[in-house]
């Protein structure tokens, strides 16, 4: 997994730049022989490289994000995207737009965490409405409701502020493009410091899939641990808003491939579903600049666009077979 993963890193920065098709051959001799002053090497080592770099930390962040919150609300369908918490950071960073147009990405990494929380916090209380308690069906709703909310929000704010429209697509549509390694690299350490702890809390979550009775049994301190998991959930779903904008269904679609690869042991789960996620997400941004070339189609719809009926399929035999 990790060979396919550097292979795609490599193969990916030999496409079409504008109009500059570099061979994969001089991507190769970029990384080994490095010479400033060939400009096809510059742009794969500034691009090309910042570009697959962004992919796959977003990819991962999103996939291990979605497993864990799979594993937190015992939902199948639970995923950044669905339950509306990249919404709530998506709608929090475009108002932080249009308050602060001028704002670092410091400050917007901040208020996508600010909003990826805040949606978090609504969608939970919602789904735990009524004598029934939380229940994967309420959940899934209470999801699409606050996402649908947040994206209206979003929308109104746009309309009252037209002149930061230009400046809100990039984050609107998803995509990778258009940033800089000095642009995310206040990010990368808080959402490392977050991947480390995603793999600390593998094994207490093995314990916590059994249920909360016979997690308090073993003595697993299960305040603590659903806490643990909520700010890994917040740090890498609104750090990869920040990054990349709303980039829907990774979150979905890769925990579930990873668990019919390698079960239900999270200790394997996590780093399978961090390499998956960043591999699936590199190959769609691949294709996404194949599709209609010479322009390029946002890497959000492409995501959208095959998770769709992943979701169908997960909702069908979830929910209607029982």
């Not at 500059?20 to 001799?29: E, R």
């Not at 390029?296 to 666009?305: F, K, Y």
Request: contains cysteine; aromatic residues 10%.
């Amino acid at each position: 997994m990790a060979a396919f993963v550097l292979f795609i890193l490599a193969a990916t920065a030999s496409v079409s730049l504008g109009q500059i098709t570099i061979p994969f051959s001089t991507v190769v001799d970029a990384f080994v022989h490095f010479d400033p002053a060939i400009t096809e090497h510059m742009l794969v080592r500034t691009t090309r490289l910042t570009r697959a770099i962004i992919a796959m930390v977003i990819g991962g962040a999103l996939a291990v994000a979605g497993a864990y919150m799979q594993a937190l609300t015992r939902n199948p369908l639970a995923s950044p995207s669905i339950f509306g918490i990249n919404a709530g950071a998506m709608f929090f960073i475009v108002l932080a737009l249009s308050i602060f147009p001028a704002a670092s990405m410091l400050v917007y990494m901040w208020v996508a965490f600010l909003g990826a929380a805040v949606a978090a916090v609504i969608v939970y209380f919602l789904g735990s409405l009524g004598r029934d308690g939380l229940s994967p069906v309420k959940m899934v709703l209470a999801g699409s409701a606050v996402a649908a909310l947040f994206a209206s929000f979003t929308q109104g704010t746009l309309v009252l502020n037209e002149e930061n429209l230009e400046s809100v697509l990039f984050w609107m549509g998803g995509s990778v493009s258009v940033r800089t390694m000095e642009n995310v690299q206040p990010l990368l350490p808080i959402m490392g410091a977050a991947f480390i702890l995603a793999l600390c809390l593998a094994r207490p979550v093995n314990v916590l899939i059994s249920g909360d009775d016979v997690a308090r049994g073993l003595g697993l301190r299960l305040g603590w641990v659903k806490f643990a998991l909520a700010v890994v959930i917040v740090v890498l779903a609104g750090g990869s808003v920040a990054m990349g904008g709303t980039i829907a269904f990774i979150g979905l679609i890769v925990p579930h491939i990873v668990r019919g690869l390698v079960g239900q042991d999270y200790r394997w789960i996590v780093p399978y579903c961090a390499l998956m996620g960043a591999s699936l997400l590199l190959c769609a941004d691949v294709l996404a600049r194949f599709i209609i070339m010479p322009q390029e189609m946002p890497i959000g719809v492409l995501t959208a666009l095959m998770g769709t009926p992943f979701f169908i399929y997960i909702a069908r035999r979830g929910f209607v077979k029982k």
